[in-house]
């Protein structure tokens, strides 16, 4: 196989350890406030747990790089997996402490797993390619949406009440799909020397260690402590770089956006009454969707994209594709839908709720959220190819303490402050993403007159 097959390869495998994994995380977070609404005598709170997961996740993501450049990126995922599986096996006899012991874990396995990916999907990509392997991940990672949302839905249309029977079913089928990704991760291998990644060119030492690390044999040439140090410096000194400052406001919207479509939108569907004994059901259904906005965005957007008239009309078209779903939403859900009891709530917003509509919204949920992603991993990707893994954690040190945020004012703030919130931050979080990608263009001319 040539080196760039080989590196098209391990990105396929990639996608799909990730598809497989997500399958059965997404849809837990999807459902989970549903299934605990449905649990007698159980105090925690799914918007809770989320909180802690999201909030561990960004202090992790201060020593996610260290982990990876010293255990390397393979072994990183696979470890990281089995903590998500972990989680999700504790909803087969679900405890209010284990619930959240076992959110703690999965914050800093997803820290780990993140940075991983990043430098995997890094170091298996050139300026050329970049684009188009963030999209065929991506793609493949959203994908995840569909299985055990339509299982979600067939199993459970019709059902005012969660059983117990129907709760371990689920949990016990999505917790071995979660661990069949985990063991996918084996089947990633190195890149070829020759293949034209950056490690042909002059990178950092933490780049060629972390690379290395991800074999089989041989040992790494300098000491773990100091590949750890560096590793954490490098991420300290990303964070505070122009081009970066000017992604925290873009990226910062992802998380607070991530939060809405995967936990409380769902939970949203399910409490409406007035969609009919079927609300629940359709709570699978909208996470479909939400997957079929997001593999269509990353196709269109990632692997047809060659960036010819920029990124940030990619952008621009997220933000509008979110603010038509904003609004569709403030229409047909009902605002105290986030809080309602398992019972669900009667009220209405300002028109005669919808299934139809709100589906919809799903859809445009998801296509939006592909487009600021897309888009950000190819930035980040590009700008940082030398320093894939710090840069990566940076990004979702950002992204993970917005979403903790998120889902701890979910639990009390109604529906139309948090679309408010989400409107504000995804106009700012734009402007500042047209500025880093004319940074990126002024870098880019620099670098081909100096090369002449």
């Known amino acids: 196989m040539t080196p760039e097959g080989k590196a098209l390869s391990n990105i396929v495998i ?21 299934v605990i609404k449905s649990l007698n005598n159980f105090t925690a709170s799914g918007y809770t747990s989320m909180s802690i997961i999201y909030g561990v996740f960004s202090a992790s993501n201060l020593v996610a790089p260290s982990v990876v450049a010293v255990v390397g990126p393979q072994l990183s995922m696979f470890f990281s997996g089995l903590l998500y599986s972990a989680y999700i096996a504790m909803f087969i006899q679900p405890r209010v402490w284990s619930f959240y012991t076992a959110s703690v874990l999965v914050g800093f396995g997803a820290a780990v797993l993140w940075t991983a990916q990043g430098n995997v999907l890094a170091i298996n990509s ?27 839905y067939l199993a459970w249309q019709g059902h005012d009440h969660i059983s117990e029977k129907d709760r371990q079913t689920v949990f016990i089928s999505l917790t071995v799909i979660s661990l069949i990704g985990c063991f996918l991760f084996f089947l990633i291998r190195k890149p070829d020397p020759s293949e034209p990644t950056p490690s042909e060119t002059s990178e950092a030492p933490l780049h060629t260690e972390s690379t290395d690390s991800a074999s089989v044999s041989g040992p790494p040439r300098r000491s773990l402590c100091t590949q750890a140090l560096d590793a954490f410096v490098k991420a300290c000194k990303l964070s505070v770089t122009k081009e970066m400052m000017l992604l925290c406001l873009p990226i910062m919207y992802t998380g607070l956006e991530l939060t809405f479509y995967s936990g409380v939108y769902g939970t949203c569907i399910g409490a409406m009454t007035r969609f009919g004994h079927d609300a629940k059901g359709l709570i699978g259904i909208s996470g479909i969707l939400i997957g079929v906005g997001e593999i269509l965005g990353g196709g269109l957007f990632g692997i047809l994209n060659n960036n ?14 979110h603010y038509l779903a904003f609004y569709l939403i403030f229409l047909n859900i009902a605002p105290d839908a986030p809080q309602a009891p398992e019972e669900g709530t009667d009220l209405q917003a300002y028109m005669t ?7 919809f919204c799903s859809f445009l949920l998801g296509l939006g959220d592909s487009c600021f992603n897309t888009q950000l991993l190819s930035i980040i990707g590009f700008l940082y190819k030398e320093d894939s893994a710090p840069a990566f954690a940076v990004f979702k040190f950002i992204q993970s303490i917005m979403a903790a945020i998120a889902f701890s004012y979910s639990n009390v703030l109604q529906l139309p402050w948090q679309l408010l919130l989400l409107v504000v931050t995804g106009f700012m979080g734009t402007l500042s993403f047209f500025l880093a990608e004319w940074v990126v263009v002024a870098k880019r001319r620099d670098s081909d007159y100096d090369s002449h």
Not at 136 to 151: E, H, K, M, P, T
Not at 308 to 318: A, E, F, S
């Open 308 to 321: 010819r008239l920029g990124r940030n009309p990619v952008v621009l078209l997220g933000l509008l594709i």
């Open 126 to 152: 050139t300026d050329t390619t970049i684009g188009r392997n963030s999209g065929i991940f991506w793609a493949l990672l959203q994908f995840s949406l569909f299985f055990g949302n339509l299982y979600i």
């Open 14 to 34: 990639l996608g799909f350890g990730f598809m497989l994994m997500f399958t059965a995380f997404q849809t837990c977070g999807n459902i989970e406030q549903t």
């Open 353 to 359: 709720p919808n299934v139809g509509v709100a589906l």
